[in-house]
């Protein structure tokens, strides 16, 4: 079957699996957290044992879902906005090429279910399979661009990524920093 969106539910299907492992992993790590300080008896009282890690695995997964669908959104952005400013092709055959990439993510967060017990190991995955994915665009993208175009897109995503990244970490920093020098200790 030849049809060009055979693979358009790919992305959402990766988001979930990505989401999923993830939240499982977080929400193992919270129920020994609570149980550690106190808290998860008090909530027993509540709810029952299964209630209390679905309802944190309904909200993780629902946190995270966020998350990455944002993630991807932004991504996009990116990655036509570089198409814009360094390819030639003005059809739009190049999202056309680049479509199928999704199959990468897909397997990539199929295999994250596997690793669901290790924070590195899905990161690493997380990781690889996004280089992989980065990888494939520029070699599907590569027809349309001129050298020196290939090589403005490889920085002005490294560029754009790592801004975002860094900016990111350092609002987390500044934000922590103003928490813990506004507790009376």
Do not use: H
């Amino acid at each position: 079957m030849k049809n060009t969106y055979l693979t358009s539910y790919f992305p959402l299907f990766s988001i979930l699996l990505f989401s999923l492992s993830i939240s499982i992993r977080v929400e193992l790590t919270l129920i020994e957290f609570l149980k550690k300080i106190g808290i998860y008896e008090g909530m027993r009282e509540f709810f029952s044992e299964g209630g209390i890690k679905l309802s944190l695995m309904i909200l993780l997964l629902v946190l995270l879902f966020m998350v990455f669908a944002a993630l991807k959104l932004i991504a996009d952005t990116i990655n036509e906005l570089s198409l814009l400013f360094f390819s030639k092709d003005s059809e739009g055959d190049c999202l056309k090429n680049i479509r199928s990439g999704s199959i990468i993510y897909f397997l990539g967060g199929a295999l994250s279910l596997v690793s669901m017990f290790s924070f590195i190991g899905i990161a690493v995955i997380f990781l690889a399979t996004t280089l992989i994915y980065f990888i494939y665009f520029v070699f599907k993208v590569s027809a349309t661009i001129s050298i020196t175009g290939i090589i403005g897109l490889i920085f002005f995503q490294v560029l754009i990524w790592s801004t975002l990244l860094i900016g990111v970490f350092f609002i987390g920093i500044k934000v922590y920093n103003s928490i813990i020098s506004s507790l009376p200790i």
